[in-house]
C-alpha cells in the first residue's frame, strides 16, 4: 500500500496570503490528523477528521481550518498568513480508531514544509 | 489536559551499547496510549513502539523496549545494542482515547546521537 502523501512538499508565501495544504491518507483509512511543527513550540495537534467531520480540534485561531472529502483526503488552510505560521506540517492517517482496546496506529506522511516571508 | 515531558533534550550512545530516553506525563484518564515515535533527518515520523496504559507487561519491539511506570506516570525508552541507524530525534506521545483517537499530544524531543 502506498503510504501518506502529501502536496506540496515545500511552499513558499508571503504575510496575508492564504495557503492550501493536501494530504492523502492510507487507502482505506478514515481518519486524518494536521499537526504542525517548529522548533520553538515543538509538535501541536490542529485538528482531526474523521468521515468528513472535524471530530477533535487545539488550540490554534480561525485562521486554520480543514476539511475532509468522501474519498478521506484531508486539505487544511491557513489564511492570513504570518511569518509564525513557518513550520512543518505533518498529516497522518489512521484506519478507524474504533474502541478503546483497539486504537489504530497513525501513519504519518513527509510533510509540507511552508515558509512565510 | 494531557502534558507530556522529555527533560533530555539531547543524548548520546556508543554503537552497540544501551541508552534509555526518559518520557514524563499528566492524565486524567485511566485508560491511554503511550508511544514513542523517531524522526530521522528526512523528517518521517516513525512508530518505533507503543504501550496501551491497561497492559501491565512493558512492550518490546525488537531491540526497542519500554520501562511503563503507570502510577509515576513515566514511560522510558530502552535501546539495545545502538546502531548508527538509530540516530533521530525521539518524540514521547499520549493519546488519550475515547473521542480523542485522532488527537497525540507529544513532548518536546529528544535528540540522541549514536557514535561509532
Known amino acids: 500500500k502506498a503510504g501518506v502523501t502529501q502536496t506540496p512538499r515545500y511552499l513558499i508565501k508571503t504575510r496575508g496570503q492564504q495557503v492550501t495544504l493536501s494530504c492523502s491518507p492510507i487507502s482505506g483509512h478514515r481518519s486524518v490528523s494536521w499537526y504542525q511543527q517548529t522548533p520553538g513550540q515543538g509538535l501541536q495537534f490542529l485538528f482531526e477528521y474523521f468521515s468528513e467531520t472535524q471530530r477533535n480540534k487545539g488550540n490554534f485561531p480561525g485562521r486554520f481550518s480543514g476539511r475532509q472529502f468522501s474519498n478521506s483526503r484531508s486539505e487544511m488552510n491557513v489564511s492570513t498568513l504570518e511569518l509564525g505560521d513557518s513550520a512543518l506540517y505533518l498529516c497522518a492517517s489512521s484506519l478507524d480508531p474504533g474502541g478503546i482496546s483497539s486504537y489504530n496506529e497513525q501513519f504519518f506522511g513527509p510533510g509540507t514544509r511552508l515558509t512565510v516571508l | 489536559a494531557q502534558t507530556v515531558t522529555q527533560s533530555q533534550p539531547e543524548m548520546s550512545v556508543q554503537e552497540a551499547e544501551t541508552v534509555t530516553l526518559s518520557c514524563t506525563y499528566d492524565t486524567s484518564e485511566s485508560d491511554y496510549y503511550l508511544f514513542w515515535y523517531k524522526q530521522p533527518p528526512s523528517r518521517q515520523m516513525i512508530l518505533v513502539i507503543r504501550?496501551?496504559?491497561?497492559?501491565?507487561q512493558n512492550a518490546t519491539e525488537n531491540r526497542f523496549s519500554v520501562n511503563f511506570q503507570k502510577a509515576a506516570k513515566s514511560f522510558s525508552l530502552k535501546i539495545s545494542d545502538s546502531q548508527l541507524g538509530d540516530a533521530a530525534m525521539y518524540f514521547c506521545a499520549h493519546n488519550a482515547g475515547g473521542t480523542s483517537y485522532g488527537k497525540l499530544t507529544f513532548g518536546q524531543g529528544t535528540i540522541l546521537t549514536v557514535h561509532p
Open positions: 504501550q496501551e496504559a491497561y497492559k501491565q
